[in-house]
């Protein structure tokens, strides 16, 4: 079936760079990380040191996916069976799974209605004697407070991770997202400002933290660092510290996120000058509002662009009707428009007690989980729609068409 064309601009871009970076992959006989010297560093390597350069910050290891790096987090943080990890109650699932995975207990926490990241003024009431972590979650682009919530975490001696899927290169104050917690995560799947099609990073300033977090990547293996290498020789090697699995990113997929670096800049100042004009445009829309940003979010990129709107307004419609009739309008689907998540415990997507890999006294049971209340969270998916990034790319005149079509609707 033929590509049905859009105005609107696509998102990966796909340009003939990005082609001749995979195509030297393979004519380089390395496909993987755990494959051979062939002459030159791997492309995952290659990777970690020029984003952790980029993100001002020590350590990063790259990993398959955003999950599979919480998970390493968790692990290298020894987080395991007996221990509570505070998140929100609104974000992508992934957050609450890789709790999960490691057997420890995702405690929920609800959100702060204007950022729609955790509330901190609520985390204090959810530690216990059984609390090893937060996972502060960045939304959209937009940043927890990392100021409370490290201050609770010092309060009570507890490990932070920065659960930056959405958040690549956004600012705290002078820190990048990711760098001032214990651990930072990251995600490249397909739909973020930073992709692979699936993919993750973490990094961290402790070098302990960072040796075992290799080693969890990579079953058990770290990089060799003291010799030089022949064609043909491995550049990881057995270290045991600690138990790991496979969870390393082919060559092929850290050659295109090196490609997509060289425009992740540029591609975010065009987001944010339109997402500015976007947003004067829709302040003049009646029932529409939009998610702030905390004061010392100095700098924000944009993984979506969240929308909120009054119901009542809007012919008590809700966001998922919301999101069908928009688009109608402009011509999109789903993966680049739609209703904003459900909270955690209300999402059919979480639904733990139906794994039997997990411990009953942290899976549960269905009863306990749904009835669990965050209104704040659950209101999101509601009264919230989600335009993806890519969007911000396209042309101030596909900006107007939204505009009037969500005019139209009101």
Not at 128 to 155: E, F, P, Q, R, Y
Not at 324 to 338: K, M
Not at 371 to 385: C, D, G, Q, R, T
Request: charged residues 20%.
């Amino acid at each position: 079936m033929p590509k049905k064309e859009t105005t609107w601009t696509e998102w990966p871009i796909i340009n003939d760079d990005l082609l001749l970076a995979l195509e030297n992959v393979i004519r380089n006989r390395r496909w993987a990380l755990t494959g051979y010297w062939s002459g030159h560093e791997s492309y995952n390597r290659i990777f970690e040191k020029t984003f952790a350069e980029k993100n001002e910050i020590s350590y990063c290891t790259t990993v398959t996916s955003g999950s599979t790096a919480l998970m390493c987090a968790l692990e290298a943080l020894g987080i395991g069976i007996g221990d509570q990890v505070i998140i929100p109650a609104l974000t992508w699932v992934a957050t609450a799974t890789a709790v999960l995975n490691v057997n420890a207990e995702p405690v929920l926490v609800d959100v702060d209605p204007k950022t729609y990241c955790i509330d901190p003024d609520l985390i204090e009431q959810a530690i216990s004697n059984k609390t090893k972590a937060i996972i502060a979650v960045h939304l959209c682009g937009t940043m927890a407070d990392m100021d409370k919530i490290m201050h609770i975490a010092g309060k009570y001696n507890i490990k932070v991770i920065e659960d930056n899927a959405q958040t690549h290169f956004s600012k705290w104050k002078d820190k990048y997202a990711g760098t001032i917690g214990d651990i930072g995560t990251f995600s490249f799947q397909q739909g973020k400002i930073l992709t692979s099609g699936e993919g993750g990073a973490v990094v961290t300033d402790n070098y302990d933290l960072y040796m075992k977090i290799q080693q969890l990547r990579c079953d058990a293996r770290a990089y060799v660092d003291h010799r030089n290498f022949n064609y043909g020789d491995m550049e990881v090697e057995a270290v045991g510290s600690i138990h790991g699995t496979n969870y390393n990113l082919s060559e092929f997929q850290a050659a295109i996120l090196l490609e997509q670096l060289k425009y992740v800049d540029s591609q975010n100042c065009l987001r944010n000058d339109n997402a500015k004009y976007l947003t004067n445009k829709l302040k003049e829309i009646n029932g529409i509002s939009l998610v702030e940003s905390y004061e010392n979010n100095t700098y924000q990129t944009y993984y979506g662009y969240p929308i909120k709107f009054d119901s009542k307004v809007f012919k008590n419609i809700n966001a998922e009707e919301m999101t069908r009739i928009l688009s109608q309008e402009i011509g999109l689907g789903s993966f680049y428009l739609h209703a904003f998540y459900p909270a955690i415990h209300k999402s059919p997507l979480f639904c733990p007690w139906r794994n039997k890999r997990y411990l009953s006294n942290i899976s549960r049971d269905e009863e306990y989980w749904r009835s669990l209340s965050y209104p704040i969270a659950e209101s999101a998916n509601k009264s919230v729609i989600f335009l993806l990034h890519s969007l911000l790319l396209s042309d101030r005149k596909n900006l107007d068409m939204l505009v009037d079509s969500i005019s139209k609707i009101r």
